[in-house]
């Protein structure tokens, strides 16, 4: 088994630090509003891989944090003025929601960074005794040039990154690159009593400290979207091995960016998706076969038109789950033909070209293509050949065990088919292009004081079923009435 290892660019043959068992830490979301499409790549297919390597038959220790408490959620509850802990709960109930619908198992582990302030502290006291980290005011910085191995993880040099990166000013730092590792209280914030007086933990001291508590201060696998790699990881990466002389990580995995109709998705464009506004209109599992198809580092571009596909392509794949369900049901029968023995082969070798595929850094784009490969074999020999349904039924039982595989590894194809094809597929009022085109219109607008054309666009669409809702970010959402 390999894996694409982003420190060193290439693929590696994975051997986990303790045999039979694997530790494996994932970035978390930071809880200030709800989970888009996104953050349903990065939970899918670290899914993906935790549900592959126990189905390899590792022990997996799986830790995915929940930051609570950061600049984004304080903000948040000052303009709802409530509390960040009640805008933290709020929205941590609002992600298992989400989790859950999509199907995705949990964690072993899924520890909350307001839950572990001492084991930040104590992490921060280490670093500061070594002479990396210094204090100043009652902040405490990262002092990134004493750490030798900064921007290994992502390539860059200190002179890259100073040219490259928008450096928040604050004269307290020795250096502009410095980052924070404690922050003194201001009116308003939560804090926390430490060493350096009243604060909170800066955002990247977190995932080091609770990767460090719950899985060693060296351990498999870490994971996170792209985005992460610098600063964030790099931070964690200076933070851990400055205070423990030790390699931090074995292998570090990263999934790559989804955009939306070729666009990057951001708050400035509107064009950011809820997950769950797109589990109103599919099922989890086409929005996982969507994510499949696609290798997991590789860029991919959601629209409505592809989702609609995937819904068509699984229909395909329970139908083939249907004859299956129907055949074996039968009987098997005790001999076999020729022909039979032949197709019986096939689906074993595409079976075993499936595990090859997740084998090489969870090909699943590859896999998906060996799992439609085996049904339209299913479906060839079950429609054209004229030996008995008691044979038939003999190859059907070999695809079923491929399915629950597919169902182990992928969490798709986990309905009877019958239930699959009771779902319904929503129909709605209007295209989808032309609600996002007016929505558009509308934000437009709004920009201009066209209030009243604003006010037309909502009226209309309110008076099809179509719902707005105008979020405190500046984008605005959708839904159907009721």
């Known amino acids: 088994?390999?894996?694409?290892?982003?420190?060193?660019?290439?693929?590696?043959?994975?051997?986990?630090?303790?045999?039979?068992?694997?530790?494996?830490?994932?970035?978390?979301?930071?809880?200030?509003?709800?989970?888009?499409?996104?953050?349903?790549?990065?939970?899918?297919?670290?899914?993906?891989?935790?549900?592959?390597?126990?189905?390899?038959?590792?022990?997996?220790?799986?830790?995915?944090?929940?930051?609570?408490?950061?600049?984004?959620?304080?903000?948040?509850?000052?303009?709802?003025?409530?509390?960040?802990?009640?805008?933290?709960?709020?929205?941590?109930?609002?992600?298992?929601?989400?989790?859950?619908?999509?199907?995705?198992?949990?964690?072993?582990?899924?520890?909350?960074?307001?839950?572990?302030?001492?084991?930040?502290?104590?992490?921060?006291?280490?670093?500061?005794?070594?002479?990396?980290?210094?204090?100043?005011?009652?902040?405490?910085?990262?002092?990134?040039?004493?750490?030798?191995?900064?921007?290994?993880?992502?390539?860059?040099?200190?002179?890259?990154?100073?040219?490259?990166?928008?450096?928040?000013?604050?004269?307290?730092?020795?250096?502009?690159?410095?980052?924070?590792?404690?922050?003194?209280?201001?009116?308003?914030?939560?804090?926390?009593?430490?060493?350096w007086g009243k604060g909170r933990p800066g955002w990247h001291i977190e995932c080091s400290a609770m990767s460090m508590k719950y899985l060693g201060e060296t351990f498999d696998i870490h994971g996170g979207g792209m985005d992460l790699i610098f600063p964030h990881h790099e931070n964690e990466i200076a933070q851990s091995e400055g205070a423990t002389g030790k390699p931090f990580v074995r292998y570090w995995v990263h999934n790559g960016f989804v955009k939306i109709n070729k666009e990057k998705m951001s708050k400035s464009l509107g064009n950011i998706i809820l997950i769950r506004d797109i589990l109103k209109r599919w099922d989890a599992e086409v929005l996982r076969l969507f994510l499949l198809k696609t290798h997991y580092r590789s860029p991919i571009d959601f629209t409505y038109e592809v989702m609609d596909r995937e819904r068509e392509s699984l229909d395909r794949l329970y139908r083939t789950k249907e004859k299956v369900e129907e055949l074996v049901a039968l009987g098997k029968a005790d001999s076999l033909s020729a022909e039979t023995e032949s197709i019986l082969k096939e689906l074993e070798g595409l079976r075993e070209q499936f595990f090859e595929a997740m084998d090489d850094d969870f090909n699943t784009a590859l896999a998906v293509g060996r799992l439609f490969e085996a049904a339209?074999?299913?479906?060839?020999?079950?429609?054209?050949?004229?030996?008995?349904?008691?044979?038939?039924?003999?190859?059907?039982?070999?695809?079923?065990?491929?399915?629950?595989?597919?169902?182990?590894?992928?969490?798709?194809?986990?309905?009877?088919?019958?239930q699959w094809f009771k779902k319904p597929v929503e129909e709605l009022p209007l295209p989808v292009e032309e609600i996002e085109r007016l929505i558009e219109e509308r934000v437009q607008a709004r920009k201009e004081k066209n209030y009243k054309r604003a006010d037309e666009i909502r009226d209309f669409l309110r008076s099809k079923g179509i719902i707005l809702e105008d979020r405190p970010d500046g984008t605005t959402t959708w839904k159907l009435q009721g």
């Open 1 to 195: 088994m390999r894996i694409y290892n982003t420190m060193n660019r290439k693929k590696e043959e994975f051997v986990p630090l303790k045999e039979g068992r694997v530790g494996m830490y994932v970035c978390g979301v930071t809880v200030y509003d709800y989970c888009h499409i996104g953050h349903a790549r990065s939970i899918l297919v670290f899914d993906m891989i935790y549900r592959y390597l126990r189905k390899k038959g590792y022990e997996v220790t799986y830790v995915r944090n929940f930051t609570d408490v950061d600049d984004k959620i304080i903000k948040r509850a000052n303009e709802e003025g409530v509390s960040a802990k009640e805008i933290a709960e709020r929205y941590i109930q609002a992600f298992y929601e989400d989790v859950d619908a999509l199907g995705a198992l949990r964690p072993t582990v899924e520890p909350k960074a307001t839950e572990h302030i001492p084991e930040m502290i104590e992490l921060i006291k280490r670093l500061e005794e070594k002479g990396i980290a210094y204090a100043v005011d009652g902040d405490v910085y990262y002092e990134v040039r004493r750490f030798p191995g900064y921007g290994k993880l992502s390539g860059r040099s200190l002179e890259e990154m100073m040219a490259g990166a928008r450096i928040e000013v604050d004269e307290k730092k020795r250096d502009p690159l410095d980052f924070a590792l404690w922050k003194a209280s201001k009116p308003g914030e939560p804090w926390w009593e430490s060493p």
């Open 376 to 418: 339209r074999v299913f479906n060839r020999f079950v429609d054209g050949s004229g030996v008995s349904e008691a044979e038939k039924a003999v190859v059907a039982e070999r695809l079923q065990s491929f399915y629950e595989d597919v169902k182990d590894v992928f969490g798709i194809l986990k309905y009877p088919s019958a």
